[in-house]
């Protein structure tokens, strides 16, 4: 299968950028027409330059998705919790278009549906349909595809795409969350975007009205992003110390004889660890390709790895797949 040549059946050109270095910007580009205009979609990618003139649609928050370049843009598209976020990590300005999570928003002419993924506060899909009719889903990192409607391609991450690893396959714990909430003293390792909130988040569904005791990262973006919502947060130090959330990297510093645990999918950390992820597993986004119905995908994140065995299980099993380095031409281009 040649992946470029059937998304230009689709109406659209992939555009993989390198800088004169010869590094490749990340993730990618789609340029297609719609409304008589000729247009470019940036999907969590970096400006080439303060001239690069593509609409930026950053997906949420986190790093490894690029909205610290592209937000400096007047052409970025981000939900408005999403350019809070990324304002309080970076201490910059965001130059672009905000809005709530489920709005439709006209771009260029273009008229772009949004969809909530819950991978983190403010985690936004993309929508939208080409002169040719083909209607186009953005995910970014998703936890929960509920809302997400069919399309005709799919641009989808795939963090846990790979069918024969095991540590693919998981199912979040509430209940070990839960019984760790009944210890005296405890601490959580959580990522200060992103999980930090989710932690507080499920803390107070479950009716623990104590105290919170977080790391300052966290405890800005907490108050900000969940407000009112959050109960009683604080600094660390600032309360009894019953109940405490920061990174997985700081735990130890918390005090001696404290219960502490690691929110996450992952198994590499020192301490124990408490199945929460903030992505669906394989057998998850195995279930939205099903649900959203694609003629074809691009699995574009992460740019190798379990990318590259999702998008082989897919087309094993009877979808048309590929990964970012399946598409041609890489437009070169000097910063």
Request: charged share 25%.
């Amino acid at each position: 299968m040649d992946a470029t040549r059937r998304l230009g059946d689709m109406g659209f050109t992939a555009l993989r950028r390198k800088t004169s270095g010869g590094k490749c910007k990340p993730h990618l580009s789609l340029s297609f027409r719609a409304g008589g205009n000729d247009l470019t979609f940036g999907i969590d990618t970096t400006r080439l330059s303060r001239n690069d003139d593509q609409h930026f649609l950053i997906t949420h928050a986190h790093t490894d998705h690029y909205g610290k370049s592209a937000m400096l843009s007047k052409k970025s598209i981000a939900s408005d919790k999403t350019a809070v976020a990324l304002e309080l990590r970076h201490d910059l300005r965001f130059e672009g278009t905000r809005f709530k999570v489920g709005d439709s928003l006209d771009v260029g002419g273009v008229k772009v549906k949004t969809f909530n993924t819950y991978h983190s506060i403010g985690s936004t899909a993309f929508s939208w349909e080409n002169e040719v009719g083909i209607k186009t889903l953005v995910t970014g990192d998703i936890k929960d595809y509920r809302d997400l409607p069919k399309c005709d391609l799919l641009v989808m991450e795939a963090t846990y795409g790979n069918p024969g690893d095991l540590s693919c396959i998981f199912q979040d714990d509430y209940d070990a969350f839960e019984a760790a909430l009944g210890e005296r003293r405890v601490g959580f390792g959580a990522y200060s975007f992103g999980k930090a909130q989710r932690a507080v988040s499920l803390i107070r569904e479950l009716g623990d009205e104590r105290p919170i005791e977080m790391d300052r990262s966290a405890l800005t973006l907490t108050r900000h992003l969940l407000g009112d919502e959050a109960g009683e947060i604080g600094r660390l130090g600032e309360f009894d110390g019953g109940l405490c959330i920061t990174s997985p990297w700081s735990l130890d510093r918390l005090p001696y004889g404290m219960k502490k645990y690691v929110l996450t999918g992952q198994h590499y950390y020192d301490h124990p660890c408490i199945c929460l992820s903030d992505h669906i597993d394989f057998n998850g986004l195995r279930e939205l390709v099903e649900k959203v119905d694609p003629k074809f995908v691009i699995v574009y994140h992460p740019e190798m790895g379990n990318s590259i065995s999702f998008a082989g299980f897919l087309n094993r099993n009877g979808r048309e797949a590929c990964t970012l380095a399946d598409l041609s031409p890489v437009r070169q281009t000097t910063l």
